[in-house]
């Protein structure tokens, strides 16, 4: 499984973004697919995760309400619709794909490179 996040950027505070990742592999659907972003000098921390059928989803309490994920099957894409920008949303936001729902980083097998959010005050 290979996954490419695209849609950062930089932003003020209050707006929007939103970030997709293209996942490759034959297996892919069969996985459920996360968004997890790293700040600097911080751990990677879980933002949202999506069950592979796209019926149940899960969120980090500080993002619930302000962010949306979403997949596509057909299209093999993840969307992670950000909303209410804040300064300390501002990391390294990275796709992931586990056999699971889950919230923990060590359960996911596949990562992508990252894309870089920057929410400006």
């Known amino acids: 499984v290979q996954l490419v996040e695209s849609g950062g950027g930089l932003v003020q505070a209050g707006g929007s973004l939103r970030l997709s990742c293209a996942a490759s592999g034959r297996t892919v659907v069969s996985y459920a697919l996360g968004w997890f972003r790293q700040a600097p000098g911080k751990e990677r921390e879980f933002v949202a995760v999506?069950?592979?059928?796209?019926?149940?989803?899960d969120y980090a309490d500080s993002v619930k309400g302000r962010f949306t994920i979403s997949r596509d099957n057909a299209k093999n894409t993840v969307h992670l619709q950000m909303i209410s920008l804040k300064p300390e949303d501002t990391a390294v936001y990275y796709c992931?794909?586990?056999?699971?729902?889950?919230?923990?980083?060590?359960?996911?097998?596949?990562w992508g490179q990252g894309t870089q959010v920057t929410v400006s005050s």
């Open positions: 992931a794909a586990a056999p699971r729902l889950s919230g923990y980083k060590d359960e996911y097998r596949y």
């Open positions: 999506i069950s592979w059928s796209g019926i149940s989803t």
